[in-house]
């Protein structure tokens, strides 16, 4: 992160010192803190909780857990890096951050959105079904 941060500015100051300007400050300093809250949201998901007397109460979530929420973090860090890398080099290469948010429509989705507004319809009861479970409510009471 800091090595590729630093080589970042090295760069576009020596290269590209014409086209740096604050909006690429503002972008670096949005990866940084996407760095930096992917970092945090991983170590406190792998934090081991331990009782009073010490003892291992939960050890944490596996980080390389396959289709968890640290996957799709990793994700982040991953395409971060890809983006300030290339963005060394060109200042549209910053578009291809909004895939992240682009994915996380696409996840919600096909998860929960489309599964919920697509749902086949609850079969109708049958009338004579109807009449006999009115019944049982009648005898009860």
């Known amino acids: 992160m800091s ?7 090295l760069v576009r100051l020596l290269w590209y010192y014409h086209s740096f300007l604050w909006y690429n400050w503002v972008l670096l300093l949005s990866s940084i803190l996407t760095y930096l809250g992917c970092y945090k949201f ?3 998901m792998a934090k081991a909780t331990f009782s009073e007397t010490g003892s291992l109460v939960d050890g944490g979530i596996d980080l ?3 289709s968890g ?3 799709h973090v990793k994700d982040i860090i991953l395409l971060t890096a ?14 291809l951050w909004l895939a992240a948010p682009i994915r996380a429509f696409w996840l919600i989705w096909v998860n929960f959105l489309s599964p919920w507004f697509f749902a086949p319809a609850p079969p109708e009861p049958d009338e004579k079904k109807m009449k006999k479970k009115e019944r049982k409510v009648y005898k009860r009471y």
């Open 42 to 44: 991983l170590s406190t």
């Open 69 to 71: 929420m640290a996957e």
């Open 3 to 9: 090595v590729g941060t630093g080589l970042h500015i």
């Open 64 to 66: 390389n857990m396959e």
């Open 82 to 95: 890809i983006v300030q890398f290339l963005g060394m080099f060109s200042d549209y290469c910053w578009l």
